[in-house]
T-cell receptor, first 111, second 113 residues
Framework: QKEVEQNSGPLSVPEGAIASLNCTYSDRGSQSFFWYRQYSGKSPELIMFIYSNGDKEDGRFTAQLNKASQYVSLLIRDSQPSDSATYLCAVRGPTGNQFYFGTGTSLTVIP | DAGITQSPRHKVTETGTPVTLRCHQTENHRYMYWYRQDPGHGLRLIHYSYGVKDTDKGEVSDGYSVSRSKTEDFLLTLESATSSQTSVYFC????????????FGEGSWLTVV
């Protein structure tokens, strides 16, 4: 079983819609959780992180964490064509030294 | 800008030759990582370092070695490159503090022919 699982997509949403990206993780001892965005041919860049149960909002992005269900999600409101990218979920392991990544979900926002 | 520089950015090499990728950071972070990224596999940890001369293996370390003789430099060596090591290699850094994430360099594209 992989440490971090994501639906690979592709996910397509119309411009202005809400995009919902999901991630599950296997290790209950995981400490904190991250969402990265990666454009084709570029390196991953951090969008936001969360480590407490509940929601965390940053502009058009909301991360949601449910540790009981071992589930993390990212909502993108008012999706823009510039949001078209691959979104990577990452989990910081129990030791705090290692980070585990999902395979990513490809998102396309259609104008 | 996380102050990470990878070199070379692109390299084509022949099977069986040694290859060294360099990661240089300017912010004195304790932790440095080497990941490779392949379609269908995502980012996979090769090796990481938690200080000068302190390194540990990741999930795909076979065929790779690393060295860290200075805080700012973390080298990844492919002793004898194989076609299966054709990939994009990302260096990353972290301060190691709780809540801190890792930040990536721009990547090194390696093709083994």
């Amino acid at each position: 079983q992989k440490e971090v699982e994501q639906n690979s997509g592709p996910l397509s949403v119309p411009e202005g819609a809400i995009a919902s990206l999901n991630c599950t993780y296997s290790d209950r001892g995981s400490q904190s959780f991250f969402w990265y965005r990666q454009y084709s041919g570029k390196s991953p860049e951090l969008i936001m992180f969360i480590y407490s149960n509940g929601d965390k909002e940053d502009g058009r992005f909301t991360a949601q964490l449910n540790k009981a269900s071992q589930y993390v999600s990212l909502l993108i409101r008012d999706s823009q064509p510039s949001d078209s990218a691959t979104y990577l979920c990452a989990v910081r392991g129990p030791t705090g030294n290692q980070f585990y990544f999902g395979t990513g979900t490809s998102l396309t926002v259609i104008p | 800008d996380a102050g990470i520089t990878q070199s070379p950015r692109h390299k084509v090499t022949e099977t069986g030759t040694p290859v060294t990728l360099r990661c240089h950071q300017t912010e004195n972070h304790r932790y440095m990582y080497w990941y490779r990224q392949d379609p269908g596999h995502g980012l996979r940890l090769i090796h990481y370092s938690y200080g000068v001369k302190d390194t540990d293996k990741g999930e795909v370390s076979d065929g790779y070695s690393v060295s860290r003789s200075k805080t700012e430099d973390f080298l990844l060596t492919l002793e004898s490159a194989t076609s299966s090591q054709t990939s994009v290699y990302f260096c990353a850094i972290s301060s190691g503090s709780f809540g801190n994430t890792i930040y990536f360099g721009e990547g090194s594209w390696l093709t083994v022919v």
